[in-house]
T-cell receptor
């Protein structure tokens, strides 16, 4: 399982773009990169997943450079409701023992 | 679909008591897992199952037992509760991956357990 490293916390203001970078230097060829979001007192929920280059959905974008040793989750124009913990996971379909780590606490201020 | 359901939502136990946290999913997912989350921490995997009759240990299995007699249910048993087991417990499920893809995990609402 590839180990991931993320910043502990980030602060932002409403309307700004938030970029969270996750390092995964020992990512394997078959590994996918997945991001989850967790609000207080709730279970995590899936945000986005990618293998290489760029993936975009209605919530976020995921940028993955060619060497795949890092990835960046981009949250456009955040609002107060985007205040949450964001987790980066790396693995493939056979990785049953995934660890969520401590995640990145994003605080959005008015 | 109800998704992943967990009962109870809250529970207070005394040291030494035993109890079972219930988890059920109606998505016909093969993979189910239990995590615990301590205050300010990430989620740590306790046990997981890749199908009925198949279970295995995660990162922090001591003090917990699981069984998987059906696809839908994956109960977590605390054998003799200790204050160190005070935590929020999340159950999750996902389908089996195909083509190497790590499938999305769906989480339940959690059970907040306090052991006195």
């Amino acid at each position: 399982l590839a180990k991931t490293t993320q910043p502990i916390s980030m602060d932002s203001y409403e309307g700004q773009e938030v970029n969270i970078t996750c390092s995964h230097n020992n990512i394997a060829t078959n590994d996918y990169i997945t991001w989850y979001q967790q609000f207080p007192s709730q279970g995590p929920r899936f945000i986005i997943q990618g293998y290489k280059t760029k993936v975009t959905n209605e919530v976020a974008s995921l940028f993955i450079p060619a060497d795949r040793k890092s990835s960046t989750l981009s949250l456009p124009r955040v609002s107060l409701s985007d205040t949450a913990v964001y987790y980066c996971l790396v693995g493939d379909q056979d990785d049953y023992k995934l660890s969520f780590g401590a995640g990145t606490t994003v605080t959005v201020r008015a | 679909n109800a998704g992943v359901t967990q009962t109870p939502k809250f529970q207070v136990l005394k040291t030494g008591q035993s109890m079972t946290l219930q988890c059920a999913q109606d998505m016909n997912h093969e993979y189910m897992s239990w995590y615990r989350q301590d205050p300010g921490m990430g989620l740590r995997l306790i046990h997981y199952s890749v199908g009925a009759g198949i279970t295995d240990q995660g990162e922090v299995p001591n003090g917990y037992n699981v069984s998987r007699s059906t696809t839908e249910d994956f109960p977590l048993r605390l054998l003799s509760a200790a204050p160190s087991q005070t935590s929020v417990y999340f159950c999750a499920s996902s389908s089996s991956g195909s083509g190497g893809v790590l499938e999305e995990q769906f989480f339940g609402p959690g059970t907040r357990l306090t052991v006195l």
